[in-house]
């Protein structure tokens, strides 16, 4: 079922029909009744998925989502995530919310102003069960490093209470990405896990970018810098000494912009660490993880965007899968079969069928890394969709 081509190209033999394997992908496209509200309805996917035969009781299971930037609304909807605690706590299990600090400097940088980001956007135990566990502790310094022989990266660095947790459980809201050309499951495990340090790397950034003029000689990123990079010159303005391990303390330190990310990047390279990190993520932990995407109000940006625009295309409805690769296949593929949207950010004379994230990100990989992540044994992009 997947849809091989960016814009309609004609029909080849499937991998399933050559034999190699497919994964289940379940589906509800939100429609309810009297009998069957939204909270049933979630909790039938949550079953055909196998959760409750995968949880033991006593588990402490990590539930990744993003819980917007200040000022979006695009973000998933606390409430409509109640079902899902309701489900882990009946199974005896402890479940939390978590996200790792942002590289980038704003109001979730650090723990403190993240965790008040995620109450202020209704995240509070209070009202869904679970509490908010901020999983790369107070600046981004709490990292598990996971071996990893990629093509692209020996190691991975990683949001330690995430890597602490019995289970791993995604809930992913499908939007557009300026980089990676969309956001879903993938995005939400490999960059969302990461550390600072880990989103660094990813990047492929050796280091901060300084600039040198707004330097006020302060010294603050200096005593931050535990890796010694950073000095004054005979200016009294800050240069690098050449040791950075790119752990991405210092951008938070200065108050003055003197340090700023590098966003110089790879597309395709980028893709591709982001898609190896999935994997020693994944391949780290001992049950399997379950993966949830949401496609409602899907936005042509990230929710790490201070707004949220206009969706491209209607709310289709929500999948879990225990597959990363086909459920973001799945989601792609949906997401371009449906109508588009006007007014929206989409380029005008889009139909049913084109791809949309595409439109808006041109420049993103063919298939946006879902055949590399294929080929390195993440997932398959051959799926079979179940409605329930
Ligand atoms: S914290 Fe900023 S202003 Fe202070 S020394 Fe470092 S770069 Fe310069
Ligand atoms: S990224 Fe980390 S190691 Fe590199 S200069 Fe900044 S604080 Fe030092």
């Known amino acids: 079922m997947t849809n091989d081509s960016p814009l309609n190209s004609p029909p080849k033999l499937s991998r399933s029909q050559q034999g190699e394997i497919m994964s289940d992908v379940f589906f509800w496209n939100l429609r309810t009744t009297p009998n069957a509200p939204y909270s049933k309805k979630i909790e039938r996917l949550l ?12 588990d402490l299971v990590a539930l990744k989502v993003h819980f917007g930037e200040s000022g979006n609304t ?16 009946k199974a005896g299990t402890k479940p939390f919310f978590t996200d790792t600090n ?19 956007h209704g995240y509070d135990p209070n009202n869904i069960g679970a509490p ?21 990266i020996s190691e991975a660095y990683v949001g330690g209470s995430i890597m602490e947790s019995d289970m791993l459980v995604t809930l ?6 300026g980089l990676a050309g969309y956001g879903a499951a993938i995005k939400n495990i490999g960059m969302g896990c990461a550390s600072k ?31 010694n990079a950073l000095k004054l010159d005979i200016n009294n303005r ?11 303390r210092c951008f938070l330190s200065c108050k003055h912009d003197a340090i700023v990310i590098d966003w110089k990047t790879d597309v395709v390279e980028f893709t591709n660490r982001l898609i190896e990190y999935n994997k020693a993520i994944l391949d780290n932990f001992k049950k399997p993880a379950i993966h949830i995407n949401f496609l409602t109000n899907i ?17 289709l409805g929500i999948m879990i899968s225990s597959d990363p690769v086909a459920i973001d296949q799945a989601s792609l593929d949906m997401i371009n079969d449906a109508p588009p949207i006007y007014p929206s950010k989409l380029p005008s004379g889009l139909n049913s069928g084109d791809e949309k994230f595409r439109a808006l990100t041109p420049n993103t990989p063919k298939y946006y890394g879902l055949d590399y992540a294929e080929e390195i044994g993440l997932g398959s992009r051959e799926y079979t969709l179940i409605n329930i």
Do not use: Q, W
């Open 299 to 315: 936005s042509p940006e990230c929710d790490c965007h201070g707004y949220t625009d206009t969706p491209i295309c209607p709310d």
């Open 102 to 120: 942002t590289l980038y400097v704003g109001d979730r940088g650090e723990t403190v102003s993240h965790a008040l980001v995620a109450a202020r």
């Open 238 to 248: 800050i240069t690098m000494i050449g040791n950075c391990t790119g752990c991405g």
């Open 74 to 89: 695009g973000y998933l909807n606390p409430v409509n995530l109640r079902p899902l605690v309701d489900f882990l706590l």
């Open 197 to 227: 340090r880990g989103k660094m790397h990813i990047h492929i950034t050796t280091g901060p970018k300084l600039v040198a003029e707004k330097c006020t000689g302060c010294k603050v990123c200096i005593s931050e810098c535990a890796a």
């Open 47 to 58: 079953s055909k998925s196998g959760l409750d035969s995968i949880v033991d009781e006593g």
């Open 132 to 152: 908010v566990i901020i999983a790369d502790g107070l600046k981004g310094e709490h990292e598990v490093t996971l071996p990893y022989e990629g093509k692209y």
């Open 172 to 177: 992913n809201h499908v939007k557009g990405h």
